[in-house]
């Protein structure tokens, strides 16, 4: 069986969030002696391709609307990851130094269609076209309904959504772009009078995913606009939850961090990191460290932290530490709030890959007040770490943790709500003042598998299930 993952994003390639870490690591999981899985995804202009030297395997031409435009298809000259990757290079307009801009849709939808169209001269064609979010949503209405690709139209293919909040819509004036179907079925691209990426994909392809059972759900109720949608087209939804590479996830051998360690000695190893990060900004290493790590969007809370963050910091024996880019005016609060909080509270404002593994290897609880959380990685990661998360019950973080007071893990709260955000941090402050409970928890949490072995024989069974 051979499965072709579409995506804009694969770590270590180019990553903005989580959807670079799935696609990084879920082939490598997925492929075996019956198995080859292999990724499609752009070409940037980016360190990653200024670092490795590639190999053009394919060059051709493709029609966006009335402009043509060449295009090639490279993979490494010499394949450091573990699986292998296609590079699709659009020179000027996809081979670019970022991967989400403005123009969004001419990239991506050339990108489409030069995948596609290379796969039409590809001799035995994949068993499976698994697509990634909207940037890669028009594929399943493509195989359907471009005449070019109709020797295509008998692959399965599948959507996952890692976030239904972006769906890349795009106006009808644009239609020309898309290779010529049978104009009577434009309606499977359209969503509220628009060209809507991800419910056409919803509407086309022949499975959906989620990445976790608890946001499926929640998209049945509230999806930016595709809940009708989704629960008319329940029948082949299902949520799956990711699972996180634990190798690159890995204390025992992670590079990046001040000192290893393992399940035995995790009270010295993340005193190392912690005190590390304490030294680095400025804490008192004896007090509870609290981080937050993560894009600085409303869906994440991240608007809500300042006032957070000024309320708990009353408490003069607590320390906050963040990592994190996105809003501008969040951005310049959490780094103005430094400014009455020398030697308690830091950020660093910016995306920095080194850092963030420390912050799990050394940091005490991990903040996730999350409005949405499809599935969420940076909890899985903590608790691989022994780092304690406390979570807003949402999507893929209520799937995954549980409350002290349940006898679980982490600590949780309903609400994303300054209070209960500011409730949970002293709860956490008192467990962190109990330290055999608080020792027996990050013992404990590092024990938690959330590796890709479960999930992926999840697809697995849902690619052989699927049927037209
Ligand atoms: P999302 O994809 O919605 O941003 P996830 O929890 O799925 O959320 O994944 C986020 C990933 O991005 C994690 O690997 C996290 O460590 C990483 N990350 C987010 N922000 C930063 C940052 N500023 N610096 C380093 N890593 C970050
Ligand atoms: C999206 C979601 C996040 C999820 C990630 C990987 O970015 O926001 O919750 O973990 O995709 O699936």
């Known amino acids: 069986m051979k499965i072709i993952h579409l995506s804009a994003?694969?770590?270590?390639?180019?990553?903005?969030?989580?959807?670079?870490?799935?696609?990084?690591?879920?082939p490598k999981y997925q492929s075996n002696k019956n198995i080859t899985s292999e990724v499609i995804m752009p070409l940037y202009d980016n360190k990653f391709s200024e670092q490795n030297s590639f190999q053009t395997i394919y060059s051709g031409q493709l029609?966006?609307?009335?402009?043509?435009?060449?295009?090639?298809?490279?993979?490494?000259?010499?394949?450091?990851l573990d699986f292998t990757v296609y590079f699709v290079k659009i020179?000027?307009?996809?081979?670019?130094?970022?991967?989400?801009?403005?123009?969004?849709?001419?990239?991506?939808?050339?990108?489409?269609?030069?995948?596609?169209?290379?796969?039409?001269?590809?001799?035995?064609?994949?068993?499976?076209?698994?697509?990634?979010?909207?940037?890669?949503?028009?594929?399943?209405?493509?195989?359907?309904?471009?005449?070019?690709?109709?020797?295509?139209?008998?692959?399965?293919?599948?959507?996952?959504?890692?976030?239904?909040?972006?769906?890349?819509?795009?106006?009808?004036?644009?239609?020309n772009l898309i290779p010529e179907f049978n104009f009577n079925n434009v309606g499977l691209l359209d969503w509220g009078e628009v060209i809507n990426p991800l419910a056409s994909a919803i509407k086309c392809a022949w499975g959906?995913?989620?990445?976790?059972?608890?946001?499926?759900?929640?998209?049945?109720?509230?999806?930016?606009?595709?809940?009708?949608?989704?629960?008319?087209?329940?029948?082949?939804?299902?949520?799956?939850?990711?699972?996180?590479?634990s190798e690159v996830w890995n204390p025992e051998t992670d590079s990046y961090i001040v000192k290893n360690f393992s399940n035995s000695r995790v009270i010295s190893g993340r005193k190392a990191n912690k005190e590390w990060l304490c030294k680095e900004f400025n804490f008192d290493a004896?007090?509870?460290?609290?981080?937050f790590i993560g894009r600085l969007v409303g869906e994440k809370g991240a608007d809500l932290l300042p006032e957070v963050f000024e309320k708990s910091l009353q408490n003069k024996n607590i320390s906050i530490?963040?990592?994190g880019s996105g809003q501008d005016d969040v951005e310049a609060k959490l780094s103005s709030l430094k400014e009455n909080h020398e030697g308690s509270y830091n950020a660093y404002i910016g995306y920095d890959e080194k850092l963030s593994h420390i912050i799990y290897a050394g940091a005490d609880f991990l903040l996730m007040p999350s409005r949405v959380e499809p599935c969420g990685l940076n909890q899985m990661y903590a608790l691989r770490y022994g780092l304690i998360p406390i979570v807003r019950e949402v999507g893929g973080l209520k799937d995954t943790i549980i409350d002290i007071a349940d006898g679980g893990f982490g600590i949780t709260h309903k609400e994303v709500e300054t209070e209960q955000i500011v409730h949970a941090i002293e709860r956490a402050t008192e467990l962190y003042q109990n330290k055999k409970q608080f020792n027996k928890i990050r013992k404990y949490?590092?024990?938690?598998?959330?590796?890709?072995?479960v999930s992926a024989a999840e697809y697995l069974n849902l690619y052989q299930s699927l049927k037209k």
């Open 91 to 175: 020179p000027d307009l996809l081979y670019v130094d970022y991967v989400y801009s403005f123009d969004d849709t001419d990239r991506f939808l050339a990108f489409q269609i030069a995948a596609l169209d290379w796969m039409l001269t590809w001799k035995e064609k994949p068993s499976i076209i698994h697509c990634h979010d909207h940037h890669v949503g028009l594929i399943p209405f493509m195989l359907q309904e471009s005449f070019k690709y109709e020797s295509l139209n008998k692959i399965s293919n599948i959507l996952t959504i890692h976030n239904a909040q972006y769906q890349g819509s795009f106006s009808h004036d644009k239609v």
């Open 321 to 323: 530490l963040l990592l």
């Open 286 to 291: 004896k007090k509870p460290l609290f981080a």
């Open 63 to 80: 029609n966006l609307g009335s402009e043509i435009l060449d295009f090639e298809i490279q993979t490494l000259e010499t394949n450091t």
């Open 208 to 245: 959906v995913t989620t990445v976790s059972p608890g946001y499926m759900e929640e998209l049945k109720l509230k999806a930016n606009g595709l809940e009708d949608l989704l629960r008319h087209e329940s029948a082949k939804c299902v949520g799956i939850l990711n699972g996180i590479d």
């Open 445 to 453: 949490s590092m024990t938690i598998d959330h590796s890709w072995d």
């Open 9 to 26: 994003e694969c770590y270590p390639i180019a990553k903005v969030g989580g959807l670079a870490d799935v696609v990084g690591a879920f």
